[in-house]
């Protein structure tokens, strides 16, 4: 009698089991199912114990609680439980927040966010005690624990054979990590096209990563032919799943057309995501675009917010772009205090480019003379010891008398110590020997740095040496073709003096074929970016239809708001079209 009332209680007891499972699951009554599984998990049901600590963890039929359902876990993986086991594992490789104490339930109740420290030595150790009872994502947890826990405890051989049982067991992350394995420390070819079929097997469960490793073996041809179109594919795949990585990678695809067609507002919108996921190179492009405009006009304001993301999350160039940004006041407030700040972000980073502009704010004042002082010093020092940029910036204090007595030939010294690796230095040495300051005047001589300048696509040097050119102040005399291929790389690259210096070659009188439409579009780009002269040769452009295009209307906005900027050509252009229009000047018709 006895036991058949044991059995029965078991019997009993495996029944309320199910049904509490089945109400949990189907969500029916998830509560009334936790409370029984709860009663199970009090009277010693390992499986119980199991799937409360579970339910604490996902939020099942009560709130959720990382105490709770750690502790029901434990008690469960402590019992032998396999599943249990595999589950305190991945608790720990996660990490649990500081200061998580399992006991203390109040302690994660504080609404702080708190950084999670994983611990991969217990890790290893409840992945291990899973993997020898052949649970395969335990045995894949425990290959990855052994390939990137600590040095100490890595052993490659081991994980690789724990991946190779996960994997034939027919688990994804056993795929993924034996793909990886694979393509990481290839013993041979096969090993590549092996690694890349067991990571194909990973991507059809879906799995981000293996998307993600697809997408690059694709884009640089490892183990087989390059197929940027399979890699955009499996970039955005890795991307729609989460990859951070992929979302920045996936908008350059969009935005250069590598792979598939080019849609610069799709690529927006991935930066977007990924900038907010706290990519920084996303958030730098993001500002790129917006400086540049794309498709769309320029947003300045824009720019700058997103490259004050990327400063933030550490982005030297981005940094340095905001610097200059409120260095000339475009997008924001001009403020050469806040420029020399980004500035010293940007340095402090390791961008040697943000070093120099900082010697070239030094021209603008900023500071007191014992803080210039001072910083000429530091200047001098780098340049004794060899750094370039240091001998260009104490070049520019002896060109301008920046903390101490302007010296023409000491600046030259130093600038031609720098020119060598600093293109801002060309640059000034090329002025230098234009203009005949600490060198001897040397037209030849200023074109070969304006050059290597011009080369590495500083805009400055670009339009003074097509300057040059257009002029014929250079030995070999004027070469116009060549100053408008320079005035279109420096406008392509966002000097507006550019763009409407190649409206005007194109416009006519200069030694290279006239074309007005392509010197209209030149002329809008400068126009709105502001450029005062620019608005006035599009007005007179969309006056006079010299384009083939006749827009009195719009011809009177952009003249109006060249005569705002004090361009005095602009107010009889106006009177004519006013009289042409029949119009007061302000669009009003006469009276009557």
Request: net charge negative; proline share 3%.
């Amino acid at each position: 009698m006895a036991l058949k009332e044991k059995l029965a209680s078991v019997i009993s007891r495996d029944a309320r089991l199910r049904q509490a499972i089945a109400q949990l699951e189907s969500g029916d009554d998830a509560v009334k199912g936790f409370k029984a599984l709860g009663q199970l998990a009090q009277q010693g049901n390992v499986e119980a114990q199991y799937r409360t600590g579970k339910a604490y963890l996902e939020g099942w039929g009560t709130p959720p609680s990382l105490e709770d359902g750690t502790r029901w876990v434990r008690k469960a993986a402590e019992a032998g439980h396999v599943q249990a086991r595999l589950t305190l594992a991945t608790l720990y490789l996660v990490g649990f927040p500081e200061g998580f104490d399992e006991n203390r339930a109040t302690i994660m109740r504080d609404g702080k966010e708190r950084k999670r420290v994983p611990d991969l030595e217990l890790a290893a150790h409840w992945s291990r005690l899973a993997a020898n009872e052949g649970q395969p994502d335990a045995q894949a947890l425990l290959g990855y624990v052994l390939t990137n826990g600590p040095e100490s405890s890595r052993d490659l051989v081991e994980a690789r054979e724990w991946y190779e049982k996960s994997a034939s067991a027919g688990s994804a992350q056993g795929h993924l990590g034996l793909g990886m394995a694979l393509h990481s420390d290839p013993k041979s070819p096969e090993d590549l096209a092996r690694g890349t079929v067991e990571l194909l097997l990973a991507s059809d469960a879906g799995l981000a990563t293996a998307f993600y490793f697809l997408a690059w073996i694709n884009e640089q041809g490892i183990g087989q032919a390059q197929d940027l179109a399979a890699a955009a594919r499996y970039f955005e795949k890795a991307a729609e799943r989460g990859i951070v990585q992929a979302q920045t990678r996936f908008a350059l695809y969009l935005l250069q057309g590598k792979g598939l067609a080019r849609r610069p507002d799709r690529a927006e919108t991935w930066l977007r995501r990924a900038a907010l996921g706290g990519d920084a190179e996303a958030a730098a492009l993001l500002g790129d675009l917006h400086i540049r405009g794309e498709e769309m006009a320029p947003n300045y304001l824009e720019a700058a917010t997103w490259y004050q993301v990327a400063a933030e999350l550490g982005h030297g160039a981005a940094a340095r772009g905001l610097g200059l940004l409120y260095l000339t006041g475009t997008g924001v407030h001009r403020d050469p205090d806040e420029a020399a700040r980004w500035f010293r972000v940007s340095a402090e980073c390791g961008d040697r480019v943000a070093d120099a502009d900082l010697g070239n704010l030094a021209l603008t004042g900023i500071g007191s003379e014992e803080g210039r002082v001072a910083m000429q010093k530091r200047f001098l020092q780098a340049a004794e010891n060899g750094d370039l940029v240091g001998a260009f910036n104490v070049g520019v204090c002896y060109a301008e008398g920046v903390g101490t007595e302007r010296d023409d030939a000491q600046a030259a010294y130093w600038m031609q110590r720098a020119a060598d690796g600093v293109v801002n230095a060309q640059y000034w040495l090329g002025r230098m020997y234009l203009e005949g300051r600490g060198v001897r005047e040397d037209s030849g001589a200023a074109v070969q740095w304006l050059e290597k300048a011009a080369q590495a696509r500083m805009t400055e040097a670009m339009i003074l040496l097509a300057q040059l050119l257009v002029s014929g102040r250079v030995p070999k005399g004027r070469d116009h073709a060549r100053a408008l291929a320079l005035y279109v790389d420096a406008a392509q690259l966002g000097s507006v003096e550019a763009m409407f210096s190649a409206g005007a070659m194109l416009g006519g009188g200069h030694d290279v074929p006239v074309d007005r439409r392509e010197a209209q579009r030149f002329f809008r780009l400068a126009a709105e970016r502001g450029h005062a002269l620019g608005q006035l040769m599009l007005g007179r452009y969309l006056k006079r239809g010299l384009a083939g295009e006749v827009n009195p209307v719009e011809a009177r906005i952009w003249l109006e708001r060249a005569q705002a900027q004090g361009v005095n050509e602009a107010s009889p252009e106006l009177a004519k079209l006013e009289r042409r229009l029949g119009t007061r000047p302000g669009g009003q018709a006469p009276a009557h």
